[in-house]
């Protein structure tokens, strides 16, 4: 059973760059058919898909975060992270990876991690 | 992008009801919708895949049906359990996009 756990700082200064990093581990990120995921939930809205990264490296942004967000792949250690720069108040959220068979959605996803911008 | 509308945004039903949530998309989508369970605090949970497909372990009381447009998402006997905000989304097209949720409570 593939199971993925989010980290990374829990509070991020105002114009920093917030970034995560989502530990993998009961499937390697290596295999084929599956695109790894950032969603946040934002307090009191709904969710928001930040991006994806297939095993090959190829990536797809969300266009309203694109200039700000950069997904990459550490094979070595099975994990995959998210950059997200610039950051203001309104990217404070719960952020989650996840991971997508594509075209069918996220089936297995992390346990969220909370993230605060604030000075 | 892809406007989800989901219907209602907020229900209150009993043990043992009967449940309907209904899922828009602003274009055809084919099948390519899923449904989420998230309750308070936890990460979301998948349920249905490609509209009408079982995730593993999902109960049976859970069902999707729909096709272009329009979608549902029904439980057919409501448990304690099922009390939670439930979500869709559209996988047809990036980017992908998520309905606004339905939040099911006890009447």
């Known amino acids: 059973q593939v199971q993925l756990q989010e980290s990374g700082p829990g509070l991020v200064k105002p114009s920093q760059t917030l970034a995560l990093t989502c530990i993998v581990s009961g499937d390697s990120i290596n295999n084929g058919g599956y695109y790894w995921s950032w969603i946040r939930h934002h307090p009191g809205k709904g969710l928001e898909w930040i991006g994806h990264i297939y095993y090959s490296g190829s990536t797809s942004y969300n266009p309203s975060l694109k200039s700000r967000v950069t997904i990459s792949l550490e094979t070595s250690k099975n994990h995959f992270s998210l950059k997200l720069s610039s950051v203001t108040a309104a990217d404070t959220a719960v952020y989650y990876c996840a991971r997508d068979s594509g075209g069918s959605g996220p089936d297995q996803w992390g346990q969220g991690t909370q993230v605060t911008v604030s000075s | 992008d892809i406007q989800m509308t989901q219907s209602p945004s907020s229900l209150s039903a009993s043990v043992g009801d009967r449940v309907t949530i209904t899922c828009r998309a602003s274009?055809?989508?084919?099948?390519?919708l899923a449904w989420f369970q998230q309750k308070p605090g936890k990460a979301p949970k998948s349920l249905i895949y490609v509209a009408s497909s079982l995730q593993s372990g999902v109960p049976s009381k859970f069902s999707g049906s729909g096709s272009g447009t329009d979608f549902t998402l029904t439980i057919s006997s409501l448990q304690p359990e099922d009390f939670a905000t439930y979500y869709c989304?559209?996988?047809?097209?990036?980017?992908?996009?998520f309905g606004g949720g339905t939040k099911v409570d006890i009447k």
């Open positions: 989304l559209q996988s047809k097209s990036y980017p992908l996009t």
């Open positions: 274009q055809d989508i084919s099948k390519s």
